[in-house]
């Protein structure tokens, strides 16, 4: 978002180059009120109101601009997003309207991951004028939220290492005066058992950690967000492919919904006691890495048996989730780029959504449609939890068969989500999320990407409302 809160500001009648919006069905009836040199430059362009076409029109000694939407009485996140990627620098109103939600897409339609490596071309910042005030300053916190979860994603796993996130952990904590918690070493062994054993492995400027932020009034309603904090993920001794390791810096893509998600909500002040937990590690290989067929001890004290040392993500989350279960939260909430079964189901969309109440489930998916930002429930059924039985201990981490992977990773993190303290099962929801585009859609950048995180913080906006 090149490091701008202003891509959207008050419109107080400023200048600024007007954007028609049209459509296929009403771009004729339009396009007859222009001149004749006006629809000729139309025609040169192609421009037919099309979905995502964008044009300039000469204006006397100005210029303005066309956009084609599905709709320009309802329009989308991502409606504008098109014309903030092709538009040139400057200031900008649309035409006979408010750009409601589009102002997220105008916002993130101009994300760049330069980090790396700068372009001294790209174009500056176009701005979008609103006179719904009280939306801009929202707007621009989801904006921020979603682009801070592709920067962490996106960024590779030597400089996105469990220290690093423990640093973003930091800055976040400290915007909000929340407190920070951090338990590495010995007493992450005594603490978090299989944290510590997935971890151990790294080198030591990568060593596991459990990050921990606390925020807000004892008195209000316990909320725990979880992230999957696999900085890189080799697969362990049961080692992936080069191909499967390629993208295994964005392993730690449910560690970034679930800071982008604690910033949005202490951003908020939602009444409520936030408590996040990231386990954060590097899934490595060396002498000392844990192996298929150990028994690992977990904090809520239940065993398992390692079929697969690349299903780590699942060992390190059911650490997390008996802690947050701990204080007896009213809702946990938890974020990983758990299965890849989970996108042979859904594709790269759309986040896999996993809950124990049918109400939380209805609640997300309503959130998410309403903000365009979906996910799709799978089930939790019962029948599969035998297909985690060992022979040995409690559970295993693995099953054997290609059957239902997202749904028995599920199962797996539900053995570790305790109950309330008057007996009922705590309200808890999980997101299998992919963290990632693979290419380009307006508004969408390919690369890091935040899949969920508008759906659920819209839910706990609606859900814990002051």
């Known amino acids: 978002m090149n490091d701008s809160p202003d891509l959207i500001q008050p419109d107080r009648g400023q200048d600024a180059t007007a954007i028609h919006l049209v459509n296929t069905a009403t771009f004729d009836d339009w396009s007859q009120k222009l001149t004749a040199g006006q629809r000729a430059a139309l025609a040169?362009?192609?421009?037919?109101?099309?979905?995502?076409?964008?044009?300039?029109?000469?204006?006397?000694?100005?210029?303005?601009?066309?956009?084609?939407?599905?709709?320009?009485?309802?329009?989308?996140?991502?409606?504008?997003?098109?014309?903030?990627?092709?538009?040139?620098?400057?200031?900008?109103?649309?035409?006979?309207?408010?750009?409601?939600?589009?102002?997220?897409?105008?916002?993130?339609g101009q994300y760049r991951f330069d980090r790396y490596r700068k372009n001294p071309d790209a174009p500056g910042p176009r701005v979008l004028l609103t006179k719904d005030v009280k939306d801009i300053e929202g707007a621009q916190?989801?904006?921020?939220?979603?682009?801070?979860?592709?920067?962490?994603?996106?960024?590779?796993?030597?400089?996105?290492?469990?220290?690093?996130?423990?640093?973003?952990?930091?800055?976040?904590?400290?915007?909000?005066?929340?407190?920070?918690?951090?338990?590495?070493?010995?007493?992450?062994?005594?603490?978090?058992?299989?944290?510590?054993?997935?971890?151990?492995?790294?080198?030591?400027?990568?060593?596991?950690?459990?990050?921990?932020?606390?925020?807000?009034?004892?008195?209000?309603?316990?909320?725990?967000?979880?992230?999957?904090?696999?900085?890189?993920?080799?697969?362990?001794?049961?080692?992936?492919?080069?191909?499967?390791?390629?993208?295994?810096?964005?392993?730690?893509?449910?560690?970034?919904?679930?800071?982008?998600?604690?910033?949005?909500?202490?951003?908020?002040?939602?009444?409520?006691?936030?408590?996040?937990?990231?386990?954060?590690?590097?899934?490595?290989?060396?002498?000392?890495?844990?192996r298929p067929g150990d028994v690992l001890k977990s904090r809520k004290g239940l065993t398992v048996e390692i079929g697969n040392t690349d299903a780590?993500?699942?060992?390190?989350?059911?650490?997390?989730?008996?802690?947050?279960?701990?204080?007896?939260?009213?809702?946990?909430?938890?974020?990983?780029?758990?299965?890849?079964?989970?996108?042979?189901?859904?594709?790269?969309?759309?986040?896999?959504?996993?809950?124990?109440?049918?109400?939380?489930?209805?609640?997300?998916?309503?959130?998410g449609k309403a903000h365009d930002d979906e996910p799709w429930r799978l089930p939790l059924p019962e029948a599969y939890a035998e297909w985690l039985h060992s022979e040995i201990a409690d559970t295993n981490n693995a099953h054997t068969n290609a059957f239902a992977g997202a749904s028995v990773a599920g199962l797996f993190l539900d053995r570790f989500v305790g109950n309330r303290k008057d007996g009922t099962p705590i309200d808890w929801a999980h997101f299998d999320t992919f963290a990632w585009r693979p290419s380009h859609k307006p508004g969408r950048a390919a690369g890091g990407a935040a899949l969920g995180l508008r759906a659920a913080f819209h839910m706990l906006r609606e859900r814990f409302a002051a």
């Open 141 to 290: 916190a989801e904006a921020r939220a979603a682009c801070l979860v592709a920067d962490l994603v996106n960024t590779p796993a030597e400089d996105m290492g469990p220290a690093a996130l423990e640093e973003q952990a930091e800055r976040i904590a400290k915007t909000h005066g929340a407190a920070l918690h951090v338990t590495k070493g010995d007493a992450l062994e005594q603490d978090y058992p299989m944290v510590h054993a997935v971890g151990r492995a790294a080198a030591r400027h990568h060593a596991p950690r459990m990050i921990r932020i606390e925020w807000g009034r004892e008195s209000d309603p316990r909320l725990a967000i979880v992230g999957k904090g696999v900085c890189f993920d080799s697969g362990g001794l049961d080692v992936k492919s080069s191909k499967g390791m390629l993208l295994m810096k964005k392993d730690m893509g449910g560690a970034a919904h679930a800071l982008a998600l604690a910033d949005l909500v202490m951003g908020a002040g939602l009444p409520v006691r936030l408590h996040v937990l990231v386990p954060a590690v590097e899934n490595a290989i060396s002498s000392n890495s844990f």
């Open 312 to 367: 780590e993500g699942r060992l390190i989350l059911g650490d997390a989730l008996a802690r947050a279960s701990e204080d007896d939260p009213e809702l946990i909430i938890d974020f990983a780029t758990l299965t890849g079964a989970a996108r042979v189901a859904l594709g790269p969309d759309l986040p896999a959504l996993m809950t124990r109440r049918d109400e939380t489930a209805a609640a997300l998916i309503a959130a």
């Open 44 to 108: 040169a362009q192609k421009f037919e109101g099309a979905g995502y076409q964008v044009a300039i029109v000469p204006d006397g000694d100005g210029w303005f601009a066309v956009g084609g939407v599905a709709d320009p009485d309802s329009l989308s996140s991502w409606c504008l997003a098109k014309l903030a990627e092709e538009l040139p620098e400057g200031t900008y109103r649309v035409s006979g309207r408010e750009p409601g939600p589009a102002l997220h897409g105008w916002q993130t």
